[in-house]
């Protein structure tokens, strides 16, 4: 059902934890619905420069996140916004159709954890404007 | 190599060797077509009778009353329609449980739809049904009462008996789907008041694609489903499945010879099986009934993760289980078992269903409680649910991102 791929990054996930003192936090999904993600970001000039998540969910679920932190990891902000969860899902050879919408939220992780660092930076230079 | 272990009999059960050599001698030599009248067919239909004997036996019924199906899903559509049909006259109301097989609950929804009344009952935090809300849902229109004899995905055993006999003293046609109870602890017509039965072939280590129906003489039922040749005396048309058929009856000779004896072992190994994972493990909850449970049924919710990457890690460790989790349903909503039970979503997502079979052995209960703990742990350690976070989100649905499908 599963590709190598998705199968690996389930056994082996890159990035699981939390990033204590993270510049931005991301989660989507509910537990009510089955996945929950959160995404936690460390940007050093404009770059992500760390990256972690914890996943409640699926084998898809936990692969989509893991695979989404090694894509972005290193990269600008402006190209992780880019990142889609088609690409995530392409990223991993693919995922089961029925798996497609209520597992792929990584990017969606993502983009909400950016969203954050964002919107916190812009308060910060408010304060020191 | 990696070490195999089954522990998903309910789901189905190995073909018992015995049982496959007989179906071959009807494969290979004996492939008459029952219905002919000559020496190829009267051979076919002697070893059809002689099955149906079985059946009919081991449930303490009449041959006559058997009616050879293709499987459960099958006598339960049968069933349900042919009492609703033929019983239009009388009344438009069925009762049934919100924990009932998808072959018996979307049958009564679907004649929902079609000019029928349907009432389905509540159950308890075991997933028992009561016989007093039974008794409560009973109006003059009442046709039919369909409540299956033991939960296939928590196995608790419902009271029968006493819903029969509910049944027949208001002169209500009463149905049991007993395919995951049949093999494994007594089922026998009149004890259980009932008037029509369902059983499998597959759950008692027979072939898949047959199963039975019981329909208790004088029924007021007549065959909706097919239409066709005079097979099974006008009650189920087109060819009998001889193989199955004598697969079947020979599953039956067997699991009625052992029953007593692999009960006592299943139930030892369950037992054993329940106490250390919920010792060995905290957050763990049993769902079913802690009692009145099939004897080789232990049925779990691991709080904080999900159940299909349990069942994947499982599996990575060579060991077979199932879940409830929607993710394994293919649907977003865990198991309406569960839920009816009144089980959080998200607890629900959690399910794990480990069914023993009589190849089962205490050293393969050891391997799942080496196995198991850090699963569960590692999935933990991923998780961002914990025993604070989980209620308070369970609450509310402002976040969720699939609110398309969401219907929290």
């Not at chain 1, 969860?85 to 209520?102: T, Y």
């Not at chain 2, 494994?184 to 029509?196: M, T």
């Amino acid at each position: 059902m599963y590709s190598e791929k998705v199968m690996d990054h389930f056994t082996n996930p890159r990035n699981v934890g939390e990033i204590p003192d993270a510049d931005g936090v991301g989660q989507v999904g509910n537990p009510v619905c089955g996945d929950i993600m959160k995404i936690y970001i460390k940007v050093k000039d404009n770059i992500i420069e760390d990256i972690k998540f914890k996943t409640f969910g699926c084998g898809a679920a936990i692969a989509t996140s893991s695979m989404v932190t090694e894509l972005v990891k290193g990269k600008t902000l402006e190209e992780a916004m880019q990142v889609s969860n088609k690409q995530v899902a392409e990223a991993l050879d693919g995922l089961p159709p029925q798996k497609m919408h209520c597992s792929n939220l990584a990017a969606d992780a993502l983009h909400a954890a950016i969203q954050d660092y964002l919107s916190k930076k812009k308060k910060e230079d408010k304060q020191v404007n | 190599m990696t070490r195999r272990v089954y522990f998903d009999h309910s789901a189905t059960t190995p073909v018992h060797p015995e049982v496959v050599e007989e179906m071959c001698r009807f494969l290979k030599d004996n492939f008459g077509n029952p219905t002919s009248l000559h020496y190829f067919g009267q051979k076919a239909r002697k070893a059809v009778e002689e099955a149906r004997e079985k059946v009919a036996a081991a449930i303490g019924a009449n041959p006559a009353e058997i009616v050879f199906t293709s499987g459960g899903t099958e006598a339960d559509n049968m069933a349900i329609h042919g009492v609703a049909y033929t019983n239009r006259n009388r009344g438009n109301h069925i009762i049934t449980s919100a924990v009932e097989h998808h072959a018996v609950l979307n049958t009564v929804k679907a004649l929902g739809k079609q000019g029928f009344t349907v009432t389905i009952l509540p159950v308890d935090q075991y997933g028992m049904v009561s016989v007093e809300d039974v008794a409560a849902a009973i109006t003059d229109k009442t046709i039919l009462i369909t409540i299956m004899h033991a939960n296939n995905e928590v196995g608790t055993i419902m009271p029968i008996a006493e819903i029969g006999r509910l049944a027949r003293e208001r002169g209500i046609l009463f149905h049991t789907d007993a395919v995951q109870s049949f093999g494994k602890i007594p089922v026998n017509v009149d004890e259980l008041n009932v008037d029509l039965l369902t059983i499998s072939g597959h759950k008692i280590y027979g072939p898949k694609g047959i199963g039975a129906l019981y329909i208790r003489k004088g029924t007021r039922w007549r065959q909706t489903l097919f239409h066709g040749g005079a097979q099974e005396r006008l009650r189920r048309a087109g060819t009998e499945n001889t193989p199955g058929i004598i697969g079947l009856g020979k599953a039956v000779e067997l699991a009625m010879a052992n029953m007593e004896q692999e009960a006592a072992y299943l139930t030892r190994l369950r037992d054993r099986l329940i106490r250390e994972v919920t010792e060995k493990i905290d957050h763990v909850r049993l769902t079913g009934h802690p009692t009145k449970r099939l004897p080789n049924h232990a049925s779990f919710c691991f709080e904080f993760i999900e159940g299909e990457s349990m069942l994947l890690s499982l599996d990575l460790q060579g060991i077979a289980a199932s879940s409830g989790s929607a993710c394994t349903s293919g649907s977003l909503e865990p198991s309406h078992v569960l839920l009816a039970m009144g089980i959080p979503h998200e607890v629900a997502h959690g399910s794990i269903r480990i069914t023993l079979g009589r190849d089962n052995t205490e050293e393969d209960i050891d391997y799942f409680l080496e196995v198991m703990p850090p699963i569960v742990e590692r999935l933990r350690a991923m998780s961002p649910l914990d025993q604070e976070t989980e209620f308070a989100l369970s609450d509310r649905c402002n976040g969720c991102r699939i609110s398309h499908t969401c219907r929290a």
